[in-house]
């Protein structure tokens, strides 16, 4: 395989990607790079050898359109509409769950003390299902047209997971303690499937209009200590149907990223069983520890040393070789992503360099 050499011509800013209405970090800059972010994603998930830099995760762009009233029940609609004003956060969800913004954190959470399901075994009775066919999907499609020009690493999120879901339908405790009740497994076995059922066909839904290489899926798993269940109950009562949308997304041509926050190292394995090809943990999770044990099976997302405004472009410079000393040779076996949205702008770029340095000999 031949190697591009590094130029410094390739930190030439060339433009901006293409962003959605709301997005985390403002403008992204396009810089003038010998394959695109998206194609570099790509080659990282292959472990062929043939990715070019360590990716930044403004190297990816989500979407989370209207189209799915779970995105303006959580405050976090990602697309190319207008941007909802705060009285409009919040309200029903798919289900007519009902959720409260709340401006002081900037999202929303599940009207308590009136759960909608107390036992599962009752969701047939309860729970309706909404009409995926009669969501506007031509719309979704036509207003977020300009996205499939974008050069980065392109995916639709689902804000709601399986047991996220079951816990907006039953509130916390009562999923923490239906997930383990031998009377209600069975009849939370038969719900996950259903949503799977509702799942896939959103996604075939998009794929019609959008160009997306990949689909995140929500589903935090755990607490800034330990997770909310144990790895037999996740392989029990939660990998089959994880196993089952990422199967699909597989055999549409799509990677599968797992978004879960919380303290859940134990559950890695549960999660390269269902086939999750990406995990970006929260910091307060031994990610070297994870990646020296099942990085060649699933891409962890990496914070680097904290990295501030008031820095100089020394100290941010030295933060940035030091990162990509550590992880860029292994990069065609264990890749990661740099995970640096609330840092300062200009590691990504010296990142870039560095690690472009390093992969390119």
Known sequence: MTKIPFSEDELTVVGEHINTTMSFGGPVLKYKTPITPRENVNACLRRDGSAMWIPSFTDFLSVESRVNKDHIARAEVMDLGPLYPDEEKGGPDLFGVEWV?????????????????????????????????????????????PLNQTERAYHITFQNGLFERLISFMDFENAALAIIDDDQKDAIHALFSKLCDMYEAMISHYMEGLTIDGVMFHDDWGSQRAPFFSPATCREMIVPYLKRLADFC??????????????????????????????????????????????????????????TPDMSDEEIDRIAKEFAEKYAPDMGKRPVILVNFMGDPRLASRVYKYSRIILSK
């Open 101 to 145: 913004y709340v401006p002081v954190v900037g999202g929303s959470m599940v009207r308590p003390g009136a759960p909608m399901l107390e036992d599962v075994n009752d969701w047939p009775e309860v729970i309706h299902f909404p009409d995926v066919e009669a969501m506007d999907w031509d719309a979704c499609a036509k207003l977020n047209a």
């Open 250 to 307: 597989h055999s549409k041509g799509l990677w599968f990223e797992q978004h879960s926050c919380g303290k859940n190292e134990m559950l890695v394995p549960c999660m390269i069983e269902a086939g999750v090809d990406i995990w970006m943990p929260q910091d307060m999770n031994d990610v070297d520890m994870l990646r020296e044990k099942y990085g060649d099976k699933i891409m962890f997302g990496v914070y680097p040393p904290a990295n």
